[in-house]
């Protein structure tokens, strides 16, 4: 069965520096990948999203990089501000889904 | 400002009672979802719709109803509430054509003693 109460991975970086957050997916036929942003006490609120045709898409201080061959995919966030401070998740879909799988979250602590 | 509105933002109950979590959306979109959150796990499926009075399970739908009476509310019942149910819950909703881009309320952290 499943347990809960596990341990959250954690980033913690300085203030103005860039971030990277890393996520790994598992299935093949996934074609369409998303991130999204949890703030404390908030729900998750979409950032940016990626094509499996795409390596790159580049939003506001934003940046996904999607590697097919080893099924990778990491968020950029260029000049990290204390607003950065939250919980990441990604998420997969594919074409015809009707639902999203997301990933377990990295929290992104911003020292000052 | 679009929203999705879930009625309590904390619930406590008892084992055994029955619970109901409301979630309305005025966005008029097609698709709802409830997910429930524990730290390490993700946002785990457990049902969501796609039109009204229709409704599919998602991954983790044992002890948990739904009721989509109308386009716009989507309500997620614990028959019977147990102490392992006690999370965070999330509605969310999307359009038909972006099942992609939720649109979350702010959860219910439900604890069941």
């Known amino acids: 069965g499943e347990s809960v109460g596990l341990h959250l991975p954690t980033l913690s970086v300085q203030e103005g520096d860039n971030s990277i957050i890393n996520c790994a997916y598992s299935n093949s036929a996934s074609d369409y990948f998303i991130w999204y942003k949890q703030e404390s006490g908030k729900g998750p609120q979409f950032i940016i999203d990626i094509r499996s045709n795409m390596d790159k898409r580049q939003g506001q201080r934003v940046t996904v990089l999607l590697n097919k061959t080893v099924k990778h995919l990491s968020l950029q966030i260029a000049a990290t501000q204390p607003g950065d401070s939250a919980v990441y998740f990604c998420?997969?879909?594919?074409?015809?889904?009707?639902?999203?799988?997301f990933g377990q979250g990295t929290r992104l602590t911003i020292n000052p | 400002d679009v929203k999705v509105t879930q009625s309590s933002r904390y619930l406590v109950k008892r084992t055994g009672e029955k619970v109901f979590l409301e979630c309305v959306q005025d966005m008029d979109h097609e698709n709802m979802f409830w997910y429930r959150q524990d730290p390490g796990l993700g946002l785990r499926l457990i049902y969501f719709?796609?039109?009204?009075?229709?409704?599919e399970k998602g991954d983790i739908p044992e002890g948990y109803s739904v009721s989509r009476e109308k386009k716009e509310r989507f309500s997620l019942i614990l028959e019977s509430a147990s102490t392992n149910q006690t999370s965070m819950y999330l509605c969310a909703s999307s359009p038909t054509d972006r099942v992609e881009k939720l649109f979350f309320g702010s959860g219910t952290q439900l604890s069941v003693l």
């Open positions: 719709s796609y039109d009204v009075k229709m409704k």
């Open positions: 998420a997969e879909t594919f074409q015809g889904a009707q639902k999203l799988v």
